[in-house]
């Protein structure tokens, strides 16, 4: 019998799905990456098809796989995703009811406006360490189930059910066995008591949503189910499963309060360990889950900023000024010349450059 040696982590971002096989020194063996299409309906408005996602996190999956010598000789598997990132689906097939709406998504900023005025934000503050904002999942499901015809009546009779995008695959890994969120992704959607727990009823109320729509609360270690075997050839235990930051958080080996890490993706993220504490910010830093294994939570403070390697992307599908990432260390390190000009292709200017699409073409 082959021994059971390596463990296969999905890695879903918001812009690409990564698998990565370790083996038992947690070396990488093997690594596979799809980037998949966001969609942007309206300005301020971002979604993801979770059926690409599915498809890219099978794919990746499978050729990881492969290439770290099959899958006998994997020992489990962990997820990690994106945060805040919301979908619906039906309980009966699985299928979405509408595409993911993304973390960076802002639709719902004037639903959060008016409930700070009603004073709303002092209790999501209280109870989930959160601000009240359109970052997070709740204002999102709110949305979905008042503009999508029916939405909220199939929602309230227990035909759907709600995740970020970690419950998600996992229903689908499951087979549909399993609808599971683990608590440093639920600290995220502003349904979640940070101190009790559990999903808290006053924020259920304060947006509506019903409590049938709900995951089973889970331990980032533990287990979470196995995959259902036509997947990968033979079913594989599930582990592990934490948010992305969170997952960082510990990799990066900050188990002692004080410790921090910061990490660069789509956005940029700093979570400072705090300990068994909350420490409430008073400068506006999110005070949030660390991560919870055996039952012991370890709280953090983070900072976020939502624009990192998203520049990155947008210089290069948007305005089409580099082909690969790698080409803005050259223009970041280029000086001006005697006159005070940037020589970068395309662009011209004194101090801030501006667009010349002749210089471009």
Sequence with gaps: ????????????????????????????????????????????????????????????????????????????????????????????????VHRAIVWQDRRTAQFCAELKREGAEELVRARTGLLLDPYFSASKITWLLDNIAGLRDRAEAGELAMGTIDCFLLWRLTGGEVHATDVTNASRT??????????????????????????????????????????FGRSIPIGGMAGDQHAALVGQACFEPGMAKATYGTGCFMLLNTGETPVTSHHRLLTTIGY???????????????????AIKWLRDGLHLITHASQTDDMATRVPDSHGVYMVPGFVGLGAPHWDPEARG
């Design 1 to 96: 019998m082959t021994k059971k040696t390596h463990i296969l982590a999905i890695d879903q971002g918001t812009t690409s799905t990564r698998s990565i096989v370790f083996d038992a020194r947690a070396k990488s063996l093997a690594l596979s990456r799809r980037e998949f299409t966001q969609h942007y309906p309206n300005p301020g408005w971002v979604e993801h098809d979770v059926e690409d996602i599915w498809g890219d996190a099978q794919t990746t999956a499978r050729e990881a796989i492969e290439q770290s010598g099959g899958v006998d000789k994997i020992a489990g598997l962990g997820i990690t995703s994106q945060r805040e990132t919301i979908v619906l689906w039906e309980r009966a097939t699985g299928k979405p």
């Design 190 to 231: 502003a349904l979640f008591n940070i101190h009790t727990q559990d999903w808290d009823p006053d924020l259920l109320a304060l947006f509506r949503v019903p409590a049938a729509l709900l995951p089973r609360l889970c331990d980032n270690s533990g287990d979470l189910g196995m995959t259902a075997p036509e997947h």
């Design 292 to 310: 919870r294994i055996n039952g012991k939570t370890t709280y953090a403070l983070e900072g976020s900023i939502f624009v990192a390697g998203a």
